[in-house]
């Protein structure tokens, strides 16, 4: 059983830093991030592999944002540096992994079928 558990978002003005971190248990290939922002539809934001050093990144973010993990603790980050107000958006920690729910995405080659609950980034211009 993948559990996906994120850390709080926030709000911060244009310009500013975030990290959101993801704690992950079970088995996984890789972690990301998506974002979904209202009225659209979920994309991708980071990858890495599990394990990996690999990372993969939307060209809307790349230079900005940086995947990470912290492989002793099972955890994955997602450091947003300059943050746009088109950055705002409900961000996802996702899962690669065996056994995953229905609602899956590609993103980076790679098809996410497990998700976190989800946690608020909001930018103010």
């Known amino acids: 059983q993948v559990h996906l558990v994120e850390s709080e978002g926030g709000s911060v003005q244009a310009g500013g830093s975030l990290r959101l971190s993801c704690a992950a248990s079970?088995?996984?290939?890789?972690l990301g991030w998506f974002r979904q922002a209202p009225g659209k539809e979920r994309e991708g934001v980071a990858r890495?592999?599990?394990?990996?050093?690999?990372?993969y990144y939307a060209a809307s973010v790349k230079g900005r944002f940086t995947i990470s993990q912290d492989h002793a603790k099972n955890t994955v980050y997602l450091q947003m540096n300059n943050l746009k107000p088109e950055d705002t958006a409900m961000y996802y920690c996702?899962?690669?992994?065996?056994?995953?729910?229905?609602?899956?995405?590609?993103?980076?080659?790679?098809?996410?079928?497990?998700w976190g609950q989800g946690t608020q980034v909001t930018v103010s211009s």
């Open positions: 079970g088995w996984t290939s890789s």
């Open positions: 996702a899962a690669v992994t065996s056994a995953g729910v229905a609602g899956g995405r590609w993103f980076g080659g790679f098809y996410f079928n497990y």
């Open positions: 890495m592999p599990t394990g990996g050093e690999n990372t």
